[in-house]
């Protein structure tokens, strides 16, 4: 698990910003997603991140960790990433990463 992310400032590089197409499965990403440069997730690749709470697409965004989700039936967690000082519930946060979550079990880790 990737707890050690919790509360910290990281950079995130967007691959999928508001509004694209999932290159596979052609859902729509209704929040940016990108991914930690320099780290490794347990599917081998960069630990991935949700960024939260921004309304137009992005390059790159700064942020605090503010919650993890753990999937429970897949081996890759996912960042929330926030502007410091922001937080949302877990419903809200569960709420707004469904378009893609909504195919795996997880977990919310604060």
């Not at 929040?31 to 960069?46: A, L, Q, R």
């Not at 390059?59 to 996912?78: Q, S």
């Amino acid at each position: 698990m990737n707890e050690q992310y919790l509360g910290k400032k990281v950079s995130v590089k967007m691959d999928r910003p508001l509004g694209t197409k999932h290159p596979k499965h052609g859902f729509i990403y209704e929040v940016n997603y990108g991914y930690i440069p320099g780290t490794v997730s347990g599917d081998g690749e960069e630990l991935d991140a949700y960024v939260l709470g921004e309304h137009e697409p992005l390059d790159n965004f700064e942020g605090e960790v503010v919650a993890i989700i753990h999937r429970t039936n897949d081996n890759d967690d996912k960042l929330v990433v926030m502007r410091e000082g922001r937080n949302y519930t877990d419903d809200q946060i569960r709420a707004l990463t469904e378009f893609q979550e909504r195919w795996f079990e997880s977990e919310i880790i604060r």
